[in-house]
């Protein structure tokens, strides 16, 4: 049973450019979230995909977009890199319930973003 | 106040002994707590998850819950040296898991 996964491990970047991290959720899952963790923080919800749309977002600007695609799978983009945005940059994945609420998310080995 | 707060530690503790790991809430609907762990670079993985007032036993970690007193602690019995990691605690906000909300984590270190 594949977990989660994602790509790249890493990434360096700077300042302005783009960028596209990938997440493919654990088998049976079809519901993404990505979170954003800065160094000695707690995870930081930035939105949620659910049959290709954008269900619930967190405090995160506009230059953080993302997609999902028919098979669940789904892409997070961030556009005008900050140096702020360095960041371990995480993908869970979870199974949506019909009452709308979903089950416990696991995550995946996550994405190191450096913003130079 | 902060929706989940926890002591960022370090938390030392002897091979064998009981590491004890606290988080407080503000949020007094919430009605699910998840326990995370995670190693150095790594990502989080879930460790346990309680949502009834009292205990809840899976190996070595045991989730209470105090609902009350907004309060979720991890205790972890005969602590081992692969128990070294941040422990973060996280609730959902909306419901079911649609949005976690995580603390900023609890590092332990178990010293052998």
């Known amino acids: 049973d594949a977990g989660v996964t994602q790509s790249p491990t890493h990434l360096i970047k700077t300042r302005g450019q783009q960028v596209t991290l990938r997440c493919s959720p654990k088998?049976?899952?079809?519901?993404v979230s990505w979170y954003q963790q800065a160094l000695g923080q707690g995870p930081q919800f930035i939105f949620q995909?659910?049959?290709?749309?954008?269900?619930q977002r967190g405090n995160f600007p506009d230059r953080f977009s993302g997609h999902q695609f028919p098979n669940y799978s789904s892409e997070l983009n961030v556009n005008a890199l900050l140096l702020g945005d360095s960041a371990l940059y995480l993908c869970?994945?979870?199974?949506?319930?019909?009452?709308?609420?979903?089950?416990?998310?696991?995550f995946g080995p996550g994405t190191r973003l450096t913003v130079l | 106040q902060k929706e989940v707060e926890q002591n960022s530690g370090p938390l030392s503790v002897p091979e064998g002994a009981i590491a004890s790991l606290n988080c407080t809430y503000s949020?007094?609907?919430?009605?699910?707590f998840f326990w995370y762990r995670q190693y150095s670079g790594k990502s989080p993985e879930l460790i346990m998850f309680?949502?009834?007032?009292g205990d809840k036993e899976d190996g070595r970690f045991t989730a209470q819950l105090n609902k009350a007193s907004q309060y979720v602690s991890l205790l972890i019995r005969d602590s081992q040296p692969s128990d070294s990691a941040t422990y973060l605690c996280?609730?959902?906000?909306?419901?079911?898991?649609?949005?976690?909300?995580f603390g900023k984590g609890t590092k332990l270190t178990v010293n052998p």
């Open positions: 869970a994945s979870s199974l949506r319930y019909a009452g709308g609420s979903t089950d416990t998310q696991y």
């Open positions: 088998s049976g899952h079809d519901t």
């Open positions: 995909y659910y049959e290709e749309e954008e269900r």
């Open positions: 949020d007094r609907g919430s009605q699910s």
């Open positions: 309680i949502y009834s007032n």
């Open positions: 996280a609730l959902p906000i909306q419901g079911g898991s649609e949005k976690l909300v």
